[in-house]
C-alpha cells in the first residue's frame, strides 16, 4: 500500500544576522530558506545574492530581467522558483523572471 506524502511546512525565518542588508528578504521552503537581496547594478541589470539562514554568502552576481516594468522603487517580494541562476520576484502581480548573466 502507497504511504501518503505529507508536505513539510516552511521554515520560518531565523533570526536576522545584523551584517544581512535590511532589504534583505527570507524565502521560506519546505523544511530549508534563504535570504535573497537585490540592488541595482549598471546597464539595467542588478545584483542579487542568496545568503544561507546564517546568512552566509551561497551566491551571488549579475541579473537580467525578462520584463524592463520591474521597478526597485516599488514593493516586491521573492517568490519560488529562486536560485542561483533564475530568481522570480512578485511585482503588483506579475512575476518577473531574473536570470543570472
Same mark, same amino acid.
Given at each position: 500500500?502507497?504511504?501518503?506524502? *505529507?508536505?513539510?511546512?516552511?521554515?520560518?525565518?531565523?533570526?536576522?544576522?545584523?551584517?544581512?542588508?535590511?532589504?534583505?528578504?527570507?524565502?521560506?521552503?519546505?523544511?530549508?530558506?534563504?535570504?535573497?537581496? @537585490? &540592488?541595482?547594478?549598471?546597464?539595467?541589470? &542588478?545584483? @542579487?545574492?542568496?545568503?544561507?539562514?546564517?546568512?552566509? &554568502?551561497?551566491?551571488?552576481?549579475? *541579473?537580467?530581467?525578462?520584463?524592463?516594468?520591474?521597478?526597485?522603487?516599488?514593493?516586491?517580494? *521573492?517568490?519560488?522558483?529562486?536560485?542561483?541562476?533564475?530568481?522570480?520576484?512578485?511585482?503588483?502581480?506579475?512575476?518577473?523572471?531574473?536570470?543570472? &548573466?
Amino acid at each position: 500500500m502507497k504511504q501518503p506524502h *505529507f508536505t513539510k511546512l516552511p521554515l520560518p525565518a531565523p533570526e536576522r544576522e545584523e551584517h544581512l542588508p535590511l532589504h534583505a528578504q527570507w524565502l521560506a521552503g519546505e523544511g530549508a530558506g534563504s535570504w535573497f537581496s @537585490i &540592488v541595482a547594478a549598471n546597464d539595467a541589470r &542588478v545584483e @542579487i545574492t542568496r545568503f544561507s539562514p546564517e546568512g552566509k &554568502v551561497e551566491c551571488t552576481g549579475l *541579473f537580467a530581467c525578462n520584463n524592463p516594468t520591474f521597478n526597485l522603487n516599488q514593493p516586491y517580494e *521573492f517568490t519560488h522558483l529562486s536560485h542561483c541562476k533564475t530568481v522570480n520576484i512578485l511585482q503588483n502581480g506579475i512575476i518577473f523572471i531574473f536570470e543570472r &548573466v
